[in-house]
């Protein structure tokens, strides 16, 4: 275990924290104020990048890229030409009292896309706690959400557990849970491009951008259900599969729609054309209302799988690792 108080002596001198290559364990490495590399089987599976030069317009905040299955095979986009500040798998909120920290062109009611000076920013205050095991990897981080006048609304604490590697099932997991306090002084209301016109656009939250060659995926829930008619829809799990490009085979995205502390429920947006993308939201046409000094809490599970599966292995692997 590293305490708060010691990370940047191990983080500065790259440290190596279980033996690398071997069967379901972890190497850690962290380059001290810009990012925490993960790696299993010589390959680096995980990139968490909480400090980069990103372009003001695209709302600068951390982000998980690349994202690898256990093959070596890249399962996440970073800037694709369509949306430069889609960046792998990152926590956004699209519509925050009038504030995009999403980044882009913000949806307004009759006019459309927009581009605003209302793109905000998060800022990365200091891992509280960096926990490393053999087999997983545990990083608790304090955030600062500032407005694009430089306002402080969100107080967050964000924890990220890296583990459940399985060499056999050719699985990994990351385990996402978020605390996100109102300190705005006021009421924020968390919203979507549907809370504010658009349908069937309800993205906001814990947002997942898939690699071009995965473009025409797909989509399976639990049910029975599946497809891109699986939009604005609620399911405990949401697999996405396809086959890559540059290496042979497939691989499968699994995402647990997990937990809101909101009345509102979480639905899905998903989308296998133009473009691969997976976001369980907790606003996707219902706002979420945040009185001064509470608290949203959202929690997720994402698996990383280095074959394309069918139904029924998502099935029995949703039943024995769901949250």
Known sequence: ??????????????????????????????????????????????????????PAFESPK??????RTLDGALVSAYRPNDHR?????QMTISHLSGQNFWGGNSYVRDRGYTRLDTVGRMRHDAFELVDVAPTELTLSESLTWITSTGEHWVAERRELRFHGVDTARGTWMLDFRTELRNV????????SPT???RPNAGYTGFFW??????TGGEIVTADGGGGPESMGRQSPWLAYT?????????GTVLVFAGTSSAPVPLKWFVRNTPFPAVNPSPAFDEEVVLAPDKTL???????FADRAWERAEIETFAAEHAP
């Open 85 to 89: 500040w889609h960046k792998g798998l």
């Open 62 to 67: 951390p982000y998980l890229h690349p994202l």
């Open 184 to 191: 705005r002084g006021a009421e924020l209301r968390v919203g």
């Open 209 to 214: 951008r898939g690699p071009r060659g995965w």
């Open 297 to 303: 809490q959202l929690a997720h599970r994402v698996v």
């Open 242 to 250: 396809a086959e890559h490009d540059e290496v042979d085979g497939g």
């Open 195 to 197: 809370t504010h016109g």
């Open 1 to 54: 275990m590293t305490s708060p108080n010691s990370t940047a002596t191990s983080a500065d001198s790259s440290s190596t924290t279980s033996p690398h290559g071997t069967a379901g364990t972890l190497t850690v490495t962290h380059e001290h104020g810009r990012h925490v590399v993960v790696r299993t089987g010589g390959v680096e599976i995980a990139t968490y990048v909480y400090d980069s030069a990103t």
